[in-house]
């Protein structure tokens, strides 16, 4: 259980030109997604949080109007990275919350599942 | 500001050794860790804490957590080539949604 997939894998773009990335929850509903971003040799870094049916959260230093987040259903998260610069280049992983509800004491506690991720190279 | 710090880096052992890892953190309103494994792709998960003192064992891995000295521990036993990956850990802090603040990861590498 617990399956997200990311589509597509990997995209070579020109540069400002707009990608289109899909995160999908294949057996569960989530309600909250997350999109991270990794630089080569880096660590994740959290760029936004996608809620279903409500404007995402962004992280501080994250631009919305280019990295445009639509959560439509329950089960899929979109992220648009608007007019592509070279510098955008990385690597663009989803995540899903799932409710950790079985342990006595944890309610809100979430663990989270990530997507394959998706490459991003802009020419 | 939320702060995950990993050490070491890098490490580099033979095939058989017993390996720690080390994850210290400071954040407001802690309330989970988390540790994922990294190869070539997206992380994959590994282990979820939330109380002190109790230890998440898989197969030769476990990790613990100290909520009060604000650190924990991943260690892997009889390590094999395929442990070779970048370990991530993570916490959830905040009043928020739950989203990760990452370590910068301790690459991790077994020779045979």
């Known amino acids: 259980g617990a399956v997200v997939s990311q589509h597509p894998s990997w995209v070579i773009c020109k540069s400002g030109t707009s990608v289109k990335i899909e995160c999908r929850s294949l057996?569960?509903?989530?309600?909250?997604m997350f999109w991270y971003r990794q630089f080569p040799k880096q660590s994740l870094m959290l760029m936004a949080t996608?809620?279903?049916?409500?404007?995402?959260?962004?992280e501080q230093g994250v631009e919305k109007d280019k990295f445009l987040i639509n959560h439509a259903s329950l089960t899929l998260s979109t992220l648009t990275v608007t007019s592509a610069h070279p510098e955008d280049s990385s690597f663009y992983i989803c995540?899903?919350?799932?409710?950790?509800?079985?342990?006595?004491?944890?309610?809100?506690?979430?663990?989270?599942?990530f997507g394959p991720g998706t490459r991003l190279t802009v020419t | 500001e939320d702060k995950v710090v990993q050490s070491p880096l890098s490490l580099v052992v033979h095939e058989g050794d017993t390996v720690t890892l080390n994850c210290s953190y400071e954040?407001?309103?802690?309330?989970?860790l988390l540790w994922y494994k990294q190869e070539k792709k997206a992380p994959t998960f590994l282990f979820m804490l939330?109380?002190?003192?109790i230890e998440k064992k898989s197969g030769r891995l476990s990790s613990i957590l100290d909520k009060k000295e604000l650190f924990s521990i991943l260690n892997i036993t009889a390590t094999q080539t395929g442990d070779s990956a970048v370990y991530l850990c993570?916490?959830?802090?905040?009043?928020?949604?739950?989203?990760?603040?990452f370590g910068k990861g301790t690459h991790l590498i077994i020779q045979p």
């Open positions: 993570a916490v959830a802090s905040g009043g928020g949604a739950d989203g990760l603040t």
């Open positions: 996608s809620n279903e049916g409500s404007k995402a959260t962004y």
């Open positions: 995540s899903a919350r799932v409710q950790f509800s079985t342990v006595r004491g944890t309610s809100g506690v979430y663990e989270q599942y």
């Open positions: 939330t109380s002190s003192g």
């Open positions: 057996d569960f509903q989530a309600t909250t």
């Open positions: 954040v407001t309103n802690f309330r989970s």
